[in-house]
């Protein structure tokens, strides 16, 4: 199962088929024994009710819109378990709180914090790009309207701020400070992704650059916030950063393998889902930028795409062939590559910072569990 | 020119024309030595250059489309002196740092938060308002697109609190959680906007309860931001606020005259430009409110209206006939009385704050300018 991994490059043999995962990086041994389940459920447990009672101090309409957004409740408002997502962001910033010796409960205003500047920014992109569904439902600009999207976006921005803030302390203060920078990243990344959209070529390089701002900065900030919270020093909070940053390319780029190969079953995608959105992730950007028979070909398919009309109505196997001229080009395995590579950076920015070697140990494994999940 | 200002009740001799503004206050004596266009102009020439900085760092495009929104460029890109606005919030900010004996110069970060804010929600609200025109111009979506303005409008908000925060001072962190809660009271304010929009009737409470969350609380955070960042401790801080809450009803009251009665060549706005948009402010909601034969007809003219699918070729004089019915109503009287009282009461607020005799005769002047303004 473990792929060959080499840099960007023509190959011959692109035989992995959709569904089949690459894990990049094998669990590592300090980390097996951390039941990583149980620390994703730790975040959930100890962020949801606090997130909740946050989210009820919007007023109507928009607290209901954001129990919609969050999967609370029904399109009817009836009340509803939806699929929250992984949760790896609250685990994270909880964990960091016990970096500084602090309970993992002094973290939970920065996760919640973090959780209503990432929904913000999902209720802002889905209307940016036209997104219709998001987690098996449809988004909440398609079922509430544009303006419910922007005004809850906003607000949840909003209140992000406010229960940092309210805690009244210094501490308080540098995590808003840092959790602001991290925003102001996840929007020139989205600034970034809008004006990809309309150009023929990206390079590896800028793609990089903008999923490091919309999913490296935030990611950071989350690994961080609950250490600032429990007083940690700047450059104990650097070095969590920059773990998170690291730890979110990696991320980002296993998401971009999902997008293409993942298993439909478990991502609850549509099969090649990022090629019918003609999205430039990694694996495209760097098969393209590989050079060889196999990129050039892939780059005069993408360019016809580009100004096909009928687009829409291509086959399976129309999509089929497309990905497997990427994994011919090595863009499959760059891409798997790249996410062990950064999984690296995250995990020996680790060594900067003294902590616990139990903390240390749930840092690596929710490192692992990134990078090799199915979904 | 005084009107004669009374309670909501019907009236016989409604005859005041458009273009004749009503002046619900003389000119406070303590105040009548104070040159306002030296103090707004105070204001404009602190905060501008450190505006124009923050808004520097934006990433293209998110830099011009903001510069565009600022009136600094126009739509091909070229240096503009657009109108900026009366600039009453930056010279009441830079105003409130000397509350504390600390210099203007102390409240700029402030002013600069306050006004990227205000724009915020300008970019936003003009998306969710539909509106294709401000201040004379296209507003950012129309030229730019909606997602522009979305982001933009995202980023505008995140420099807001970036402004402050990097100051790294305890009091920075005092200022941003005030101006975090007005955010969410302008937040508010927009939600209850739009859901009176779909509503028959609206009453004058809760249209003074919208007007206080989308110009009181953020006049409120503007008045007192200064004196925040100078040190102000959080009595003189909310006292302030009080002043700039009442004054921001009374600014409304006066600007919800001048959208039906303003004169257009002052207000660069339409002849009945609020009629035209069906908007229930103050007057029409009062005048509604004020039982008798001109309400029950008014009444039923706008449920008719609102049924009416020729709307909007109505001529000048169908909107003239409204506005005479508002009038006979008393819903203009009653109006001018409300900015009145609201001045009065900010005027009073300034009571429970020492501070040194000029600059409380700056801030009556100012509160005296905001309700005699013609534009």
């Given amino acids: 199962m473990t792929a060959d991994l080499r840099g960007p490059g023509p190959r011959t043999s692109g035989t992995a088929t959709r569904g089949e995962t690459v894990p990049p990086v094998p669990p590592a041994t300090t980390a097996a024994a951390v039941d990583v389940s149980a620390l994703l459920e730790r975040g959930r447990t100890l962020a949801t009710p ?29 009340p509803a378990h939806g699929d929250g997502g992984k949760a790896v962001r609250p685990a994270l910033a909880v964990l960091s709180a016990e970096v500084t010796g602090a309970r993992p409960e002094t973290g939970v205003p920065g996760a919640v914090a973090v959780e209503l500047v990432h929904n913000f920014s999902l209720l802002h992109d889905d209307l940016m790009d036209g997104d219709e569904q998001r987690r098996h439902r449809d988004t909440v600009w398609k079922v509430h309207g544009p303006a419910q999207a922007i005004l809850v976006g906003d607000a949840l921005f909003a209140l992000a701020n406010e229960v940092l803030l309210e805690l009244g302390t210094v501490e308080a203060g540098r995590a808003t400070r840092r959790l602001t920078s991290a925003t102001r990243a996840l929007i020139d990344g989205q600034a970034q992704d809008i004006s990809y959209e309309h150009r023929d070529r990206v390079s590896v390089e800028e793609c990089l650059e903008m999923e490091g701002n919309k999913t490296g900065a935030l990611l950071a900030c989350a690994s961080s916030i609950g250490a600032v919270l429990g007083g940690a020093d700047d450059a104990t909070a650097d070095a969590l950063e920059k773990y998170g940053y690291h730890l979110g390319l990696a991320f980002q780029a296993v ?11 478990a991502t609850g995608k549509q099969t090649w889902s990022d ?7 990694l694996p ?19 360019a016809a795409d580009a100004k096909s009309s009928d687009f829409d109505t291509f086959s399976e196997e129309e999509f089929a062939a497309r990905a497997r001229l990427i994994e011919e080009a090595g863009g499959r395995e760059w891409t798997a590559q790249e996410a062990r590579r950064q999984h ?14 139990e903390v240390r140990a749930r840092f690596t494994a929710l490192a ?3 990078v090799v999940r199915k979904r």
Avoid: C, N
């Fill in 50 to 78: 606090v997130l909740r009672a946050a989210v009820d101090r919007l007023a109507p309409p928009m607290d209901t819109v954001a129990a919609y957004h969050f999967g609370w409740i029904d399109a009817q408002g009836r």
């Fill in 275 to 281: 090629l019918r959105q003609r999205k430039k992730s």
């Fill in 344 to 357: 690296t950076i995250a995990i020996e920015a680790l060594d900067a910072v003294d902590m616990p070697g």
């Fill in 255 to 265: 998401d971009d393998l999902l997008g293409i190969w993942g298993d439909p079953g």
């Fill in 284 to 302: 495209v950007v760097a098969a393209l930028a590989a050079g060889g028979d196999a990129s050039e070909r892939l780059g005069d398919i993408l």
């Fill in 368 to 370: 692992d569990f990134v």
